[in-house]
């Protein structure tokens, strides 16, 4: 579901509750979408073992493009696949916050209590409970036009997101 | 993944998929990559785990944009 805010300063997605498992299965298939964007910040509780099951499921994805790209004679759909391809294959990750991650890193998976660190990004991906405190240290480097996707149940404490969206 | 909002009131009525180029609801939308004027586009959720259209059709897309914002900068 969207919350559309085209006269806001953010877009919010709400993916609603669901496993740990689907829940990274509908990161890792949307994350691609946003790395033309601009830089990616996912909050989870325990970024090692995010990054790692986010990995995996990269791995397999490229392997699947990849297939699609060689069985495909469409020169659009190639081109586009080659450059989905390239774009999957040199993309970075870190499991650490700045100034710990290394230089060029595109994608952050950070803890909740490691957002005062974040680098200025486009896409915001909220894979564990925040509190009102936490979203709003998080947003302070959301770029204008950004998008905030939040994985599990709406509570009070996002609230603040509707509200500072239309600030 | 099913969600209930009862906010914003601000919702538009529809938005447009660039699979399937229909109008489609909010609630069954999911936010995808910028067009060439860097504004959000849309697909209907549904397609996201059809992952033989979802990443063409996708990748197709941002494609297109790159070359109308490229031709765009040419002629300014
Ligand atoms: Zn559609």
Redesign the interface.
């Known amino acids: 579901m969207i919350l559309h805010l085209d006269n806001g300063r953010w877009y919010i997605d709400v993916r609603g509750p669901g496993s740990s498992d689907q829940h990274s299965l509908d990161l890792s298939l949307h994350l691609p979408r946003r790395l033309t964007a601009g830089h990616v910040v996912i909050v989870a509780e325990n970024p090692r073992v995010f990054l790692s099951v986010i990995r995996k499921r990269w791995m397999r994805l490229l392997y699947d493009v990849e297939i699609q790209r060689s069985s495909t004679l469409d020169p659009l759909r190639r081109e586009s696949l080659q450059h989905e391809v390239e774009r999957m294959r040199t993309c970075t990750f870190s499991a650490k916050a700045p100034p710990d991650a290394p230089v060029g890193t595109q994608i952050f998976v950070v803890k909740p209590d490691w957002l005062t660190d974040l680098p200025e990004h486009m896409t915001l991906y909220i894979a564990t409970s925040l509190t009102t405190q936490q979203i709003v240290q998080a947003m302070k480097r959301l770029r204008r036009g950004g998008l905030i996707v939040i994985y599990g149940n709406w509570t009070a404490d996002y609230e603040i997101l509707l509200h500072q969206t239309y600030q | 993944?099913?969600?209930l909002?009862t906010?914003?009131t601000?919702?538009?009525s529809q938005?447009i998929c660039i699979i399937c180029k229909e109008p489609v609801q909010?609630?069954?939308?999911?936010?995808?990559?910028?067009d060439a004027n860097?504004q959000?586009a849309?697909a209907c959720?549904h397609h996201?785990?059809n992952?033989?259209l979802?990443?063409?059709e996708?990748?197709?897309f941002?494609?297109?944009q790159q070359r109308i914002r490229s031709k765009a900068k040419e002629s300014a």
């Open positions: 993944m099913v969600m909002i906010r914003p601000t919702l538009p938005v909010p609630d069954q939308a999911t936010s995808g990559s910028l860097n959000q849309y959720s996201l785990y992952r033989r979802w990443v063409p996708w990748a197709a941002e494609i297109t």
